[in-house]
Nanobody, 125 residues
């Protein structure tokens, strides 16, 4: 069983930064790609970023490219999302997730089968 627990959310002013963390249980963390998604009020959940198991590949949603950085520490079973130059429209619940198959690196939500409970990020204008 895999458990994912996000932390690091909070209230920040527009233009500010936050670093989210996602702590994973289990011994298989290092074998799977991991992703970040977010869901704003009244909107569908959307892809933010994904990183391969080895950190050799990363992909970002168009709206966060150049401002967000996904990373991982396999020794600590932890995933990170550094968010810079935050915008009010990025207020959302941010979720980390693990892909269902160890060869997959994808932006598609349906390919993720383990999800955290989410952490709230609020960006004030």
């Amino acid at each position: 069983q895999v458990q994912l627990v996000e932390s690091g959310g909070g209230l920040v002013q527009a233009g500010g930064s936050l670093r989210l963390s996602c702590a994973a249980s289990g011994r298989t963390f290092s074998s799977y790609a991991m992703g970040w998604f977010r869901q704003a009020p009244g909107k569908e959940r959307e892809f933010v970023a994904v990183i391969s198991w080895s950190s050799s590949s990363t992909y970002y949603g168009d709206s966060v490219k150049g401002r967000f950085t996904i990373s991982r520490d396999n020794a600590k079973n932890t995933l990170y999302l550094q968010m810079n130059s935050l915008k009010p429209e990025e207020t959302a619940v941010y979720y980390c997730a693990r892909v269902r198959a160890d060869w997959v690196v994808t932006t598609k939500q349906e390919e993720y089968n383990y999800w955290g409970q989410g952490t709230q990020v609020t960006v004030s204008s």
